[in-house]
């Protein structure tokens, strides 16, 4: 090899030595940035050297044109951290996976059955003891016409009207409730509009740059996500399609009747005011029209917190309505008016997001919606 060969890729590593290190580094920072925001997850520091799983699926090992945000493993054992117990305790999940009372498919003949169904609302991020189900238990009798009382939490993360009919229909029913207790309407909104499209368009990225890198450089993923979210961040959902919650809500009380079991609808509450610019947001035609109107007025901005809050609202008066014209009414468990007059500062110690609950929250609601709801005569 000549000299002059030699000292032109001695230049070369010389040259491109600073871009590495730079690289490097930031690829360090984003790994490290990741590791310390999701609780020292060691996979975020070792993959894909050492095959793992992060959340409910393996990010390394995902499709290429599948965007995996890290939620939570589903039906996985783990500690929280209690504010109130001011230590971890256990939240946990069944063989089929439902938190609460440990059940069989196969209902004892001394057993009354409860099972409660939803979306993380009703999951709840809080411990066995206090999630809002466990509150509701303390409270309820304990005992009905000398039957022992189980109380089933159902709930899943992200499900709505549709969601919560598939999940019914394909397992929960099979557990022969006594009684289903409804709780949702904030998850009609879909949570998922710009996540879609960022994925057809990662999808769309075919060279071998891209198939080498992705799900193997977290800095290379976590850019090419960043800009595929962006260019799709003028994507806006307006309101909810309250044709397919009739369906689906309709089918799915319709059903459960048919299995002869009880149903009733309780009233989702979040953290939001009753009137707002004007409107009273108990009125889900008033907040129809208010959507129409932010939706026509070119120099709204949009606020995905302020559109997820007021469909939950017209989808809530709206199941209301339904559940008050169906042919065989379904008793509804009206938990509003306290959590209203708990005013702004009072619902900032119940809630710790739009809708999700503190253990203060679930003691409230649980009490709530125990009180208000009777075994029947």
């Known amino acids: 090899m000549s000299p002059r060969r030699i000292s032109a890729k001695k230049f070369a590593i010389f040259a491109l030595a600073p871009a590495f290190a730079l690289v490097l580094t930031a690829e360090t920072t984003v790994r490290l940035k990741f590791f ?104 309820w009798p304990g005992t009905y016409r000398g039957k022992r009382i189980t109380v089933v939490n159902a709930g899943k993360p992200g499900f709505q009207s549709r969601l919560i009919l598939l999940y019914w229909g394909s397992w929960v029913r099979t557990f022969s409730p006594d009684l289903v207790v409804y709780y949702e309407a904030w998850n009609e909104i879909p949570t998922d509009v710009k996540w879609a499209s960022a994925d057809r368009s990662i999808a769309e990225i075919g060279n071998r740059v891209h198939k080498a890198l992705y799900y193997r450089s977290l800095l290379y993923t976590y850019l090419v996500e960043k800009l595929a979210l962006r260019a799709t961040s003028r994507e806006r959902f307006w309101k909810i399609d309250l044709a397919q919650l009739r369906t689906s809500f309709t089918q799915l009380v319709s059903d459960v009747r048919s299995r002869r079991a009880r149903f009733v609808f309780v009233t989702q509450v979040i953290r939001f005011p009753r009137m707002w610019k004007g409107v009273d947001t108990f009125d889900y035609h008033a907040v129809g029209a208010l959507l129409d109107r932010m939706k026509a007025d070119g120099q709204y901005v949009y606020d995905m917190k302020e559109i997820s809050a007021l469909n939950q609202r017209l989808a809530l008066f709206y199941t209301i309505d339904l559940c008050h ?53």
């Open 36 to 139: 310390f925001a999701h609780g020292h997850d060691w996979n975020y520091l070792t993959m894909p050297f050492v095959r793992g799983t992060f959340g409910a699926t393996d990010r390394w090992m995902a499709p290429k044109d599948q965007v995996v945000v890290n939620w939570q493993k589903p039906c996985q054992d783990r500690a929280v951290y209690s504010n109130a117990l001011h230590r971890e305790a256990p939240r946990t999940f069944d063989e089929n996976c439902f938190r609460g009372d440990r059940v069989k498919q196969q209902k004892a003949a001394d057993e009354y059955r409860v099972i409660f169904v939803g979306g993380s609302t009703v999951e709840d991020a809080q411990s066995d003891d206090e999630m809002m189900t466990a509150q509701f238990k303390r409270v």
């Open 325 to 377: 014209t169906e042919s065989v009414p379904v008793p509804v468990i009206d938990i509003l008016e306290p959590v209203e007059a708990l005013g702004d500062r009072g619902r900032d110690e119940i809630f710790m997001d739009l809708g999700h609950l503190t253990v203060k929250g679930d003691q409230l609601v649980g009490r709530l919606i125990a009180e208000r709801l009777s075994l029947p005569d």
